[in-house]
């Protein structure tokens, strides 16, 4: 499992809608951080993946002990452990990862029912287990809608992931609304962003991630009238949960995917 340059803590749940508080070091004020870190790290993920109905989603408010609070509005879910494990490594790649031990980050706590039960690690067997059940789920996909190209690999790669690039192209029955494919790219962007920003890694720290190169840089998302693709090339990590994620949020906004979507993994030459 990753390890962390700042404390990772669990404390009881209340009435207060708090998901995580991020004690942040003396050099900071957390007043004057509110509108700045972690928000510009997290907010994508938090409102653009998880909202509830009517956009309901996660706000940022300074708390005691020069903490940033992030907090969850009334409608919104609540985060699974997998999706707080994303959270605490999204906050990882916003400190000075290069630090033996943060000078950003002093602590981060989150509030869950039965806090003696919780640690860092269970989150990210978690997010292990997630990342797990999405190749799985992409294999099942791929011999639904199979490719008829040479090149393109019969199974979602597992771990040999570096050298690979990954493509769907998800096709709906009929003209996608103007505002769908607005809500689609903006989830379809955020999903992405946490991978490149090494947030479904449960192995490689930052600073491991960073110089394998394995940064994503070269990656396009596109509309056409009946279809969204998403290509990229050398994730951080294993695509295969958050395309499973939007590809749920497809099924769920239009419906089963036309027999036109196509899933295209090929290794690099």
């Known amino acids: 499992m990753r390890n962390y340059n700042f404390s990772v803590g669990f404390t009881n749940a209340d009435q207060s809608g708090v998901v995580c508080r991020v004690r ?3 050099r900071f004020a957390a007043r004057d951080m509110v509108a700045d870190f972690p928000k510009n790290v997290t907010s994508n993920f938090l409102n653009r993946f998880i909202p509830g109905p009517g956009g309901a989603g996660y706000t940022y408010r300074a708390g005691a002990g020069n903490a940033v609070e992030i907090v969850r509005r009334e409608k919104a879910r609540p985060l699974s452990d997998s999706e707080r494990a994303i959270l605490v490594n999204l906050m990882d790649f916003g400190r000075d990862f290069e630090s033996e031990q943060s000078t950003t980050i002093d602590a981060v706590e989150l509030p869950v029912d039965d806090p003696e039960s919780y640690t860092a690690e269970k989150l990210l067997k978690a997010l292990e287990a997630a990342n797990n059940a999405a190749i799985v789920s992409m294999n099942d996909l791929m011999a639904q809608y199979p490719d008829a190209d040479d090149d393109t690999a019969g199974e979602w790669p597992s771990e040999d992931h570096d050298r690979y690039f990954y493509q769907i192209r998800l096709a709906a029955d009929a003209a996608i609304k103007s505002s769908d494919a607005s809500e689609l790219k903006s989830v379809l962007h955020a999903l992405h962003e946490a991978n490149m920003w090494n947030g479904y890694n449960t192995e490689q720290s930052v600073d491991e991630a960073v110089h394998s190169g ?8 596109e509309t056409e009238p009946q279809l969204i693709s998403y290509l990229v090339e050398r994730p951080s990590c294993n695509p295969a949960l ?18 036109e979507t196509s899933i295209f993994v090929t290794a690099e030459d």
């Not at 394995?214 to 998302?221: F, P």
């Not at 769920?252 to 995917?257: D, E, H, I, N, Y």
């Open 24 to 26: 942040l070091n003396k």
């Open 214 to 221: 394995r940064t994503g840089i070269n990656y396009e998302i």
């Open 242 to 259: 958050p395309i499973v994620w939007f590809w749920q949020r497809f099924e769920s906004m239009l419906g089963r995917p036309a027999a």
